[in-house]
């Protein structure tokens, strides 16, 4: 384990220098001879690998000329995306319209974050675990589910039924294997209370839909290719129902507060939806809608043609989604949006410019390539921000009433 120990520390710095010093046919150590009020001496384990440190070189010295030797450089260059696929689906281009920079680091540089290291489950292995339980509740008759509102209805014991779908997705999900990776103090009785979680949501959730207008389940986890300003996005959605008059209902499963807002704008914060509606569905598209299955917050939320018509006759004329109901004109919208990311994104346009650069940056995981905060006046405004507790929760405010 590193900084265990003295030796284990000197260990490891002498493995560290090794491989820079195999680096190159050339390299220059240097060391900076005073930090803050204290003088600074070279590194003992350089100087025993080669040799004690000299002097610059004259021509090196820097020259106290006074001037300012930093130059602003605006760098407006732009690299085309060569290929015709680019992995990421969808979230390339809610990158792009974020922040163009998050979308060149992430599709064409790889740039990755690490996942902290938590006990337990952290929040995106629980949505996957709430995913696998409601994939596995509407996968149909043939692997033990329903796929049809009426079929949901008859259902006798609700609750019984999705102890059943949620016990098989743990057993899956967790085999020995998996579980031994696990802290050891705890598996057995974590992963129980983990499925009772799971169960009262999901229970609580059908018993939501048991109150919609007849619907079958016409795909879960459904693939689709779409082409956007040239380029392939493999995509894949959460649920797609057939309604009573034959159109379709995108769904999107959520676990956080995210709305419909998030879809608004010149530069909306997740086009998904909106890409999955105006590319991928050739049906009728009744409309497209989050399910957000959290404790206590059970609802959809989205923009629908005739909610009160398709979804539920119990919506409130204050309602989201009868109040902004989804038009030709929208569709006509995003798609013009989506296709117009699509084209930046291709043409190489990768310019630093978070939508929002509290909230964007702050929920980026990019800081150390783009290193945003090395501007001042940048860093002093979220400080500021900071300090007035700005609320990032994420909320939009499009819940329905
Ligand atoms: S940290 Fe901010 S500026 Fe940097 S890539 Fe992310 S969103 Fe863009």
């Known amino acids: 384990m590193p900084h265990a120990s003295p030796l284990a ?19 220059i150590f240097s060391y900076a ?49 060569p290929y015709t696929e680019v992995s990421g689906g969808a979230g390339t281009l809610t990158r792009q319209s974020l922040c163009a920079f998050q979308a060149f680091a992430t599709a064409r ?40 509102h009426a079929e949901l209805r008859a259902l006798a014991d609700l609750r019984g039924f999705v102890e ?17 990776s696990l802290p050891a103090r705890f598996p057995v009785r974590y992963l129980q209370l983990e499925a009772e979680r799971l169960t009262r949501l999901v229970t ?20 689709n290719r779409v082409t956007v300003a040239g380029l392939t996005f493999d995509l ?15 769904i999107d499963y959520k676990s956080s507060e995210v709305g419909p807002k998030a879809w608004e704008g010149d530069r909306p914060d997740d086009v998904q939806l909106p890409l999955y509606a105006s590319f991928a569905v050739k049906e009728e598209l009744e409309g497209l809608v989050i399910a957000r ?66 909230k964007t940056c702050e929920r980026c995981h990019l800081h150390a390539v783009c290193r945003i905060y090395e501007n001042q006046p940048l860093a002093a405004v979220v400080a500021e921000e900071d300090s007035d507790g700005i609320d990032d929760g994420g909320d939009d405010g499009d819940r329905d009433a």
Not at 236 to 250: A, F, K, Y
Not at 324 to 345: H, M, N, S, V
């Open 109 to 148: 540089l790889d740039a990755e974050d690490w996942e902290p290291a938590e006990v337990g489950l952290n929040a995106k292995q629980r949505g996957q675990l709430l995913h696998a339980v409601l994939h596995r509740v509407w996968a149909g008759a043939n692997e033990g589910g329903i796929a049809s």
């Open 164 to 180: 059943g779908r949620v016990r098989e997705v743990m057993r899956e999900s967790f085999d020995p294997k998996r579980r031994a």
């Open 9 to 27: 520390d000197w260990k490891l710095a002498q493995e560290a220098t090794a491989r820079l010093l195999a680096s190159a046919d050339e390299v």
């Open 293 to 358: 299955v959290r404790p206590g917050k059970i609802e959809f939320c989205g923009r629908v043609r005739d909610a009160s018509a398709m979804l539920r006759s119990d919506l409130k004329s204050s309602n989201g989604m009868v109040t902004k109901p989804l038009t030709d004109r929208q569709l006509r919208d995003w798609r013009e949006q989506i296709e117009r990311l699509g084209e930046a994104f291709v043409a190489g346009r990768a310019e630093v410019d978070p939508k929002d650069p509290v």
């Open 204 to 223: 609580e959730w059908l018993e939501y839909e048991r109150e919609r207008l007849p619907f079958i389940v016409a795909g879960t986890e459904v693939k």
């Open 236 to 250: 894949r959605l959460d649920r797609v129902d057939e309604l009573q008059n034959g159109s379709r209902l995108v």
């Open 33 to 81: 001879r005073q930090s803050e009020d204290a003088e600074m001496r070279p590194s003992r384990l350089v100087a025993q690998l080669v040799g004690h440190a000299k002097e610059l070189p004259a021509e090196w010295m820097r020259m106290d000329s006074g001037a300012d030797l930093t130059e602003t450089y605006e760098d407006a260059s732009q690299v085309p995306f």
